[in-house]
Every structure is written in C-alpha cells, then in structure tokens.
C-alpha cells in the first residue's frame, strides 16, 4: 500500500510514523478520527505531521476542522501552525515531499526548549491495561495483583482504560477485587446475585479527556480480533504506558510504535518462560501484594523514562485501526 511505502521512505530518513498500512480509508470515518486525534493529542507527542494522499476521503482539510472542532470544544485554542501539513500530490510526489518533511521535522525540533523533568503522582497516572490469552488459565494471585495495580491508580486520581476484549474482564479472581465479591461465605446473604459482566464506558479510540478519572471499558468492535488493533484504539484514548499480561504459554505481543508497552509473562510451577521479549515474569506463587508492588514499580519506572520496554527498543512495533463495525473485506 502506498502509505506503507511513504512510511518506509520516512524511516530511512530517521522519522518515526505510525504506519496505517491499510489503503486509503476505513469503513466508518469517525472511527477513524477519534483514534488519531488521541494520537495526535498524546502528552508524549511533541510534534505531528500530517501527511495526505490527496485523493482520500479523510484528507488534511478535513482532518484540520476535525481537530478545531474538538479542541475548541473542550475549551482550547486550536493552532494549526503547530502542526506539519503536508500532501504527496500537492508537494510533488514522494521524493519532493519526503525531503519538506525531513526538513519540516529538523528544523521544528532544533527550536524546541530541551525536556525538563518534574515529579509525578498516581493522580496523573493514564494507564491501558489488557491481558491476552485463556483467562481459564490465569492463576487468581496475579489476576489480584493486577486488580490491586488497577485500584491503587483510580483511588489515587488516576485512569485506567481495558478493552472489552481483555481475559481479565472474564476472570472472577479479577472482578472480585474491583467490585466486591459476590459469594454468600458467611451465609447472612444468599440472594447475593452473580457478578455483571463488565460494560463499556468509552468508545474505541475514545479519549479519556473530559472523563471523570477510574477505570474505564474501551469497546471493541466485534471483527476486531487482532491485537494490534486494540492497541491502536488504547493508544487513542491519551495513556502514557500499556501493560500487556500474557496467561501462561502466550507469546509477546508487538509494541506500540511510541507508547511504552510492557509485556508481562506468567510463569506456573516453576516452568521457565523461554522468550526473552518479556519486561517482566509473574509467578504463579508470588502473593497479590507482590504483584501489584512489582507492576506498580515497573510502571513506574517506565513513565519516568528509567526504564524502555523491550519491544520498544527492538523497534517490534504496529500500527492498524479497526475497520469498524460495518466493514467488509473482499
């Protein structure tokens, strides 16, 4: 596809991109919109080029009164002079315009003050959290200490975004711990009913800007299997870091080609966990509390800029927003 091949022209020339490798739309434009003005609007973006085909239905024109409009409707001012527009065919082709934007990006960036680091809370903590793999086959201590990870950050101010899809939202160890458990032990309450699954509170891409901070539901559309695909909605809603749980046995997953993604294997019975793509291995025997500390700890770390996950460092990354709830593939 010809984004594919403007994208590696980029890359040579040392300019990240999220690649979109998947022609020149998707079945529902809004969609669509909603997850690259997270992308584009993510604290940990500096700067944003947006680059056109110029026959596309979503081309920069739309893309500029889109972004207006929503910035201007959750009380900002919109500059579009901030951002890189830029169009193979009005700029001549993929050479011409492959040279603007090389130059666009160096000359912004040497105008830049250098970053300056400053102390953080839970309270400002956005973080996606998502397990793949047989929820059947998550040992109930970890699905605690992610629980414990999870309420730690929302009663300390902070947000929380899973994808409908997760294992964990399956898993009663997990709901237990975030909604109160449900068996009658003491016998004083048999009517007690059975836990309620897990309902969505945001759309896919949604941002978490202008939501009330908590945990929060992404909806995925149903023919989204794929996980790159979920990681590109979480990646809309404006967190700073993906932690990645994987039941035992399930590969690594790629990483997001700019947020931090942590993957984390689970070992049971002393087996060892063979990949060395995994930023870090929970043991089906460590308590919940040692869980969370350690999952707290690593997050960290990691949004402090100590710590690059694996993946992220091996440029194992992707990029592909959901075709949606209405598209066909021929």
Not at 34 to 41: K, S
Not at 238 to 257: D, E, F, K, N, R
Request: negative net charge; charged residues 15%.
């Amino acid at each position: 596809m010809l984004s594919c091949y403007i994208d590696d022209e980029l890359t040579d020339h040392n300019l990240n991109s999220s690649r979109w490798s998947q022609g020149c739309g998707v079945s529902e434009h809004e969609l669509a919109e909603r997850v690259l003005l997270g992308h584009v609007l993510n604290p940990a973006v500096r700067l944003t080029v947006l680059l056109e085909h110029g026959c596309e239905k979503t081309h920069n024109d739309h893309y500029h009164h889109f972004i207006s409009s929503e910035v201007e409707k959750a009380g900002g001012k919109f500059f579009a002079e901030a951002f890189g527009w830029f169009s193979v065919q009005l700029d001549g082709g993929i050479d011409n315009v492959t040279d603007k934007v090389e130059a666009f990006v160096e000359s912004r960036l040497q105008s830049f003050p250098p970053l300056v680091r400053c102390p953080g809370h839970l309270q400002h903590l956005k973080l996606a959290i998502h397990c793949r793999g047989d929820p059947s086959q998550l040992p109930p201590a970890v699905a605690r200490g992610i629980a414990r990870t999870v309420l730690a950050t929302v009663s300390a101010g902070g947000s929380v975004v899973m994808p409908s899809t997760s294992a964990l939202l399956s898993c009663e160890a997990f709901k237990e711990n975030i909604v109160g458990c449900s068996s009658d032990e003491d016998g004083l309450n048999p009517a007690v009913p059975a836990l309620e699954p897990f309902v969505a509170t945001m759309p896919y891409g949604g941002n978490l800007a202008g939501r009330m901070a908590g945990l929060h539901i992404m909806a995925v559309p149903a023919g989204s299997k794929h996980w790159v695909e979920t990681l590109s909605g979480l990646g809309g809603a404006g967190v700073q870091a993906v932690l990645v749980l994987h039941t035992p046995g399930a590969p690594p997953s790629q990483a997001h080609p700019f947020l931090p993604t942590l993957q984390l294997a689970t070992a049971v019975d002393g087996q060892l966990v063979k990949s060395k793509d995994f930023d870090l291995i929970i043991n089906a025997a460590d308590s919940a509390e040692d869980v969370g500390s350690h999952l707290l700890a690593t997050v960290a770390k990691t949004v402090s800029r100590e710590y690059v996950p694996i993946l992220n460092q091996r440029g194992n990354t992707d990029f592909q927003i959901s075709r949606g709830y209405t598209a066909v593939s021929l």
